[in-house]
Structures are given as structure tokens and as C-alpha cells.
Nanobody, 125 residues
Framework: VQLQAFGGGLVQAGGSLRLSCAAS????????MGWFRQAPGKEREFVAA????????DYSDSVKGRFTISRDNAKNTVDLQMNSLKPEDTAAYYC???????????????????WGQGTQVTVSS
């Protein structure tokens, strides 16, 4: 599976961005998906995840209530709608996929099999 993330950019605090991740290759709909982010000098951290059916989602405490993850299995895409952005949301954002027969969600980077190239989000104060 190949993943391509796009939609990043520069936005003022309080603004919104929508990231998208397009999956191609092997059948993509039976993959749990996640979004992670990595700021300079910091470890990659969990942001949001969604199971392959789209019925279960979860978020890190830092983005809960502001970000929404969704997926369209017909289009093989996963989106991350980011609202009320803060300067501390500045990071490179990565989408990830995990082949899973279990319709669950995953939180750790080591649990994901495939990664996109990252898209930069910069929030100015």
C-alpha cells in the first residue's frame, strides 16, 4: 500500500486545515488508519485513528474536540479536519495504515505497517 498525504500549509491560529491521505496499491479498505505528527526535536506522536469500517475513532487529548478523522473507503482516502488550530499543532503530519483483520484502532507507531511521506502544517500566532 502506498500512502500520499497532502493538504498542509500555513495558517493563523484559530484557523482550519483539512489533510487528506490517498491510499493505493493493494486493497485498502481493510486497513486501520491513523494520523501522527512530529515536531522538530520531538518524537512522532499519535493524533487520531479510525478503524477500517469507519465506525470507531479516537484522538489524542491535545486535539480532541478540534480535529475529526474520517474515511471514504470507496475513494481509498482518509481525511483529518483540523479546526481551532494552535501554534503547538505545528508539525509534519503523517498518515499510516495497518492491515487488520480486527476492526479496531491503533495508537502506537510500531503498530502501523505503511507510512505516507508527511505534510507540513505551520500555525502562526
Amino acid at each position: 500500500v502506498q500512502l500520499q498525504a497532502f493538504g498542509g500549509g500555513l495558517v493563523q491560529a484559530g484557523g482550519s486545515l483539512r489533510l487528506s491521505c490517498a491510499a493505493s496499491g493493494r486493497r485498502s479498505s481493510r486497513y486501520a488508519m491513523g494520523w501522527f505528527r512530529q515536531a522538530p526535536g520531538k518524537e512522532r506522536e499519535f493524533v487520531a485513528a479510525i478503524n477500517w469500517s469507519g465506525g470507531t475513532t479516537d484522538y489524542s487529548d491535545s486535539v480532541k474536540g478540534r480535529f475529526t478523522i474520517s474515511r471514504d473507503n470507496a475513494k481509498n482516502t482518509v481525511d483529518l479536519q483540523m479546526n481551532s488550530l494552535k501554534p503547538e499543532d505545528t508539525a509534519a503530519y503523517y498518515c499510516a495504515a495497518r492491515s487488520s483483520g480486527y476492526n479496531g484502532i491503533y495508537y502506537a507507531t510500531r503498530e502501523y505497517d505503511y507510512w505516507g511521506q508527511g505534510t507540513q502544517v505551520t500555525v502562526s500566532s
